[in-house]
């Protein structure tokens, strides 16, 4: 079974500022996507970046970047220059397979402040 | 980029009356599709999964017949809420994605606020 924790229920950060948001994971499986997906007000859910557990370099996605650190299975998003609009909860989620559904995390709720 | 399409955004009904919510796929075909429930301020909960041609197969402790399930094509599935009760009340999200045995991304429909009167 996989299991993602994220231990932070709301961070909040000032505009301009950099962020990291936390996330550790469990899985036996060898092979494995980690996602971070932002859902704001709206309910919808925004995808925002992916790491393969094959992949070696960090992903990044323009102010997006995640930290992956394999060994200690965590895989913290960070933002950098917090927006006003990046207020949202943010879920981190994992997929062990092309079949299966994904795994959510608790999320994070982030408020970013003038 | 592929998306994924979910209709009606908002319903409500009174209790004792179905409603059915529609997920489609619009440019790619979707053999599976996920069907999650989101209450207020925590997390995606996974429902089921919805098989196109075969019966969806449902997460412990969510009732088959009042949550059905029609997968009937590759870019459609639907979840009908069977006489609804005001506990029915949530968000209901469906996903689906591009397959083929890699981890890759799952798209999610602008999701379902259903409301039981």
């Known amino acids: 079974a996989q299991k993602i924790t994220q231990t932070q229920p709301g961070m909040f950060v000032q505009e301009k500022e950099a962020v990291t948001l936390d996330c550790t994971y469990d899985?036996?499986?060898?092979?494995?996507?980690l996602f971070w997906y932002k859902q704001p007000s709206s309910g919808e859910m925004i995808f925002l970046i992916y790491?393969?557990?094959?992949?070696?370099q960090n992903a990044t996605e323009g102010r997006y970047s995640l930290n992956f650190q394999k060994a200690r299975k965590s895989a913290n998003l960070v933002i950098s220059a917090s927006q006003l609009g990046d207020s949202a909860m943010y879920f981190c989620a994992m997929r062990v397979s092309g079949y299966s559904t994904l795994t959510f995390g608790k999320g994070t709720m982030l408020l970013v402040s003038p | 980029g592929a998306v994924v399409s979910q209709h009606p955004s908002r319903v409500i009904c009174k209790s004792g009356t179905s409603v059915k919510i529609e997920c489609r796929s619009l440019d790619f075909q979707a053999t599976t599709m996920f069907w999650y429930r989101q209450f207020p301020k925590q997390s995606l909960m996974l429902m089921a999964t919805?098989?196109?041609?075969?019966?969806?197969?449902?997460e412990q402790g969510v009732e088959k017949d009042k949550f059905l399930i029609n997968h009937a094509s590759l870019t459609l599935s639907t979840l009908t809420v069977t006489s609804a009760h005001p506990e029915d009340s949530s968000f209901y999200i469906c996903?689906?994605?591009?397959?083929?045995?890699?981890?890759?991304?799952?798209?999610f429909g602008e999701g379902s606020r259903l409301t039981v009167l």
């Open positions: 996903s689906a994605g591009l397959e083929g045995g890699h981890t890759g991304e799952l798209f």
């Open positions: 919805s098989n196109e041609g075969s019966k969806a197969t449902y």
């Open positions: 790491q393969g557990s094959y992949d070696e």
């Open positions: 899985t036996s499986d060898q092979s494995y996507g």
